[in-house]
């Protein structure tokens, strides 16, 4: 007797489907995330929308762009999470030599009607849409330093054969995103390739030596005059309160007067032009002001978590490529964060680094959500492996 054939309904697709099952990581991390960007889209509107209507432009005029770059960047950790992560390791050299083409392009002369001087620097592409291209040398350094410390196997003991070559490309994207200028965010490349090959086995004593080899090259980049402003005003804020000790002041002050509960949401004085770039570089002092000491522990706490996850993921990962991908991934959140808000609070001298899915600026916004479904993916076949029991 035949069997009756099944005509119940496909089933729907679910949580499943991206691995949120498999495991309590992916799901903290996407709530986690979620709640970051919610809060952020929140501050950033109250940060942003006097400024919006000093350029003659509706209140809500940020907080719509940085939607629309959040919506880009979710569906950019949709597919993050589903692709298997040792797709980058192919895709390592593609987006290095890539990413190097676009940063060339800002620094080259003649390119000027699509690479614009703002604010005395070469940072974004606008060819339809507005790129920075050092924002995808973040990521483009994680996965290219994870898939060429994977073959290096145990040669990082050797410093010719370990830490050397990697120099050489890392140069290649450091030296254009310098000369843009940026050195914060060269510096922070830099830092995050020198993570993953660390966490490979690299030597510290390797990295010392490096580091006295660039020392007249830092040296000489920190002597630039706006850069000398800026050490001195972090020593000494109160040495010029109306130069280039104003921001850092008055990042003090709307940290200070928030309090505990801070003055509440759309109350903030600096919001009114008091506090130059509130709505990015200085975010965090936002969050100080009109939310106070709980909104700033809710903000760290939630950033905590974020990277413990990522770092669990990367302690649990099936195999190096997915260890080293995800502490440089992790890194690259923590340090952006950490450098944001000491900042903010005076611990580290002025940097302009953004605050992760809180700052505006879609490049950010879309690589930041990236690097976390790309974490997803390794916490999701990594759990896959354990429930197969290979």
Known sequence: MARPVDVSPARTASLADIGLERGWEPAALLVTTLLLLAFGLVTLYSASAFLARSEALPDYYYVLRQISGAA???????????????????LAWPMVIGVWILLM????????????????????????VTIQPSELAKVAVVVWTAALAVKKGENFRSLRKGLLPFLVVWCALLVP??????FSTAALVGLMGALVVYSAGGRIGHFVFLALLALPAV?????????VRRLAAFLDPSADPAGAGFQVKQSLIALGSGGVTGVGFGQGRQRFGFLPEAHNDFIFAMIGEEWGLIGVVATVGLYTILILVGFRIASQARDHFGEFLAIGLTGMIALQAFLHMAVGLNLVPTTGLALPLISYGRSNMVVTLTAIGILMAVARETEQMRLSGA
């Open 72 to 90: 880009v960047g979710l569906a950019a950790l949709a597919l993050c999470a589903r692709v298997p992560y040792h797709t980058w390791q192919h």
């Open 105 to 128: 392009i800002l620094v080259i002369p003649g390119t000027e009607s699509i690479a614009p001087k703002i604010n005395g620097a070469r940072r974004w592409l606008r060819v339809g």
């Open 177 to 182: 995103i310098a000369l843009e200028p940026d």
């Open 219 to 227: 040296w000489r980049e920190l002597s630039v005059a706006f850069r």
